[in-house]
């Protein structure tokens, strides 16, 4: 995927994964209620940049600081899905998109055992063929 297609699938992904943990994220005894929501926002904006740009006001709305160092690993995967996206106004370096995604999707199946690196192998699957013209409805 790396060659062939933006970060932007990377991102994509992270964000899938979170999603099938978002309950988990949510159940933090030790999270205060603010920073949850402002977790959840954080997620929010980190999807709504995947379709457009997010307004400059809103990523600086999140106190990325205090979501990023609260929570387990479920939590954690959650503040960190949108890194790049708030990295630069916060005067953190910016960190490749796929390495980020492994990261994720590494703590995402460490909190939930089963099928979810079944469900990560589908759901990357799917990106793939997204981005290959063979495999695509409307050709080369």
């Known amino acids: 995927l790396r060659k062939r297609r933006a970060p932007m699938l990377a991102r994509r ?8 943990i978002w309950a988990r994220v949510e159940s933090q005894a030790y999270v205060s209620r603010e920073t949850m929501d402002q977790c ?3 997620v929010e904006l980190t999807e709504r940049s995947l379709v457009g740009s997010v307004p400059e006001d809103e990523i600086r709305s999140i106190d990325f600081e205090v979501i990023t160092d609260n929570g387990d690993d479920a939590f954690i995967a959650a503040a ?6 708030f ?3 916060n005067g953190l370096p910016e960190i490749d998109e796929f390495d980020s995604a492994r990261e994720i999707a590494l703590l995402v199946a460490s909190v939930v055992a089963g099928h979810e690196i079944d469900l990560q192998i589908a759901s990357l699957q799917v990106l793939h063929s997204e981005c290959d013209p063979l495999h695509s409805e409307s050709g080369p």
């Open 13 to 20: 992904f992270a964000c899938e994964c979170v999603r099938r």
């Open 40 to 42: 959840r926002l954080a």
């Open 80 to 85: 960190h899905v949108g890194w790049n996206l």
């Open 87 to 89: 990295a630069p106004l």
